[in-house]
């Protein structure tokens, strides 16, 4: 080993032994699908806190939902990684009460994977994913960033998905991308900051924002080819090259997630 080779060596050493300390065990995956976001409508102006998602870290703007590209069809694509060709949800509907989700999901990993897991979602229909392995889970319409926000206030490895409303009623009421729509946005992408903020302080984590669809004038849920756009954002307290691909579906939210939550504890573990 020459001279230069020994000390590169060293200083890779010397790096692990200076580990700093976010390296550790992944502690926190934070899931956040944004109801009916419009990929387009992510702008710096407007969404600042989701667009330090972007950098460092990496995104697509070029997501597709299943078809039909309808709220509880697409979440139960995104948390078992199964269209509805697959095996997935069949229709949009599910009342409480009534069977639910029978495959295994994201959520259902993560516990495997030893997180506690807290599943907090806006419209009572996603209640359909609840499976036995969710550690807490509420139906919170307006205050699903508080409870996440406690939810992560324990210690330990913890895995949140966070379902927001409020774009799925601005796109119908004004319209996909009208300035109530973008208006909503804005005030979403502000009361995530604290979440976000919380998120990073505890540790190794990742972060992955999606949505399950989009619309088009005031219409949603159709073959337009606007309703199937998504986009998806993701960032971990390192790079991983390469784990958002083109042509993004939201089938491979579960793989991605799985995949980032493999390197970001595999790489911790060396
Ligand atoms: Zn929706």
Known sequence: MNRLARQF?????????????WAQDLQTVLLVSIDAL???????????NLESLKRPGQFTLEGRSVNPPQTLIAH???LTGLSPEQGGKQDNNWQPGEPRVAHETLLDFAKK???ETGYFYAKPKLGYLITPSISSHALARDDGVERAQAFLREPGQRFVFLHLSGLDEAGPDS????KDYLDELRYIDRSLAPLLTDVRQRGTYLIVVTSDHAGHERLHGT????DFKLPLLVQASWPLPGIVQDQFSIVRVRPMVQ???AQLNGETKN
């Open 113 to 115: 994977q030893g997180f």
């Open 38 to 48: 419009h990929p387009a409508a992510l702008q710096a102006d407007g969404a600042p």
């Open 9 to 21: 060596g060293l200083g890779i050493v010397g790096s692990f032994m200076l580990m700093p300390a």
């Open 76 to 78: 139960t694509a995104m």
């Open 223 to 226: 073959s337009h080819p606007e």
């Open 175 to 178: 319209g996909w991308l009208s």
């Open 259 to 261: 995949n980032a939550m």
